[in-house]
């Protein structure tokens, strides 16, 4: 199965300033998703971003407070744009191989004070 | 909008023992895709298993089985010989059929063995 990589792991940031995560993946991969999970709760789907076209986003997310690249089949980035305490959250990436399932990255856990 | 409920915050068990974690779901669909996902402490989702609606078989992967009543739109794992590895956040997860492959999760049972 791919290996699914993310940069940082971990981050503590001041608000007001802008974060970019990056996504790594050992193969080349169509569909690429980014989900949010808030403190003790679950995941929440902020995007798909496939390959050659603009991110599509979920009802309540941005692209202006999270833009998304994908430059590749490999890699994708996601910003996170004037953060707020109310940002701190996991971020994590997720490859979708094909018959609808997902395989997700290891997380960036991000602290905005 | 699909829905995913897991009534079941929390739930222990005895090591060896066996366990069943509930899920239901919402959807007007007749064809989609349902998955347990597994995070333990150190965060990483591990998928579980995976049922396809259209399959009347209920799935199963080693010591994992699921419960699925299509009907009763339920989907619950059982978990056989219960070991510490075992002890994580499971999220029951629902993916519609077509291109999207969007999931949406339920909250989360944590899962605890006792030894």
């Known amino acids: 199965s791919a290996v699914i990589s993310q940069k940082p792991s971990r981050d503590i940031c001041q608000r007001g300033t802008s974060l970019t995560i990056q996504c790594q993946v050992d193969s080349q991969v169509t569909m690429m998703f980014w989900y949010r999970q808030q403190p003790g709760q679950s995941l929440t789907l902020i995007a798909t971003?496939?390959?050659?076209?603009?991110?599509?986003?979920e009802s309540g997310f941005v692209i202006d407070k999270f833009p998304i690249s994908r430059p590749n089949l490999t890699f994708s980035t996601l910003t996170v744009s004037n953060m707020s305490p109310e940002d701190s959250s996991i971020y994590l990436c997720s490859i979708g191989p094909g018959l609808n399932e997902q395989y997700f990255g290891p997380g960036t856990r991000l602290t905005v004070t | 909008a699909q829905t995913v409920t897991q009534s079941q915050p929390e739930m222990s068990v005895q090591e060896a023992e066996t366990v069943t974690l509930s899920c239901t779901y919402d959807t007007s669909e007749s064809d989609y895709y349902l998955f347990w996902y597994k995070q333990p402490p150190s965060r990483q989702m591990i998928l579980v298993i995976r049922?396809?609606?259209?399959?009347?078989q209920n799935a199963t992967e080693n010591r994992f089985s699921v419960n699925f009543q299509k009907a009763a739109k339920s989907f619950s794992l059982k978990i056989s010989d219960s070991q510490l590895g075992d002890a994580a956040m499971y999220f029951c997860a629902y993916s519609p059929e077509g291109g999207a492959q969007k999931l949406v999760f339920g909250q989360g049972t944590r899962l605890t063995i006792n030894p």
């Open positions: 049922q396809e609606a259209y399959k009347q």
């Open positions: 971003a496939n390959q050659g076209s603009e991110a599509t986003y």
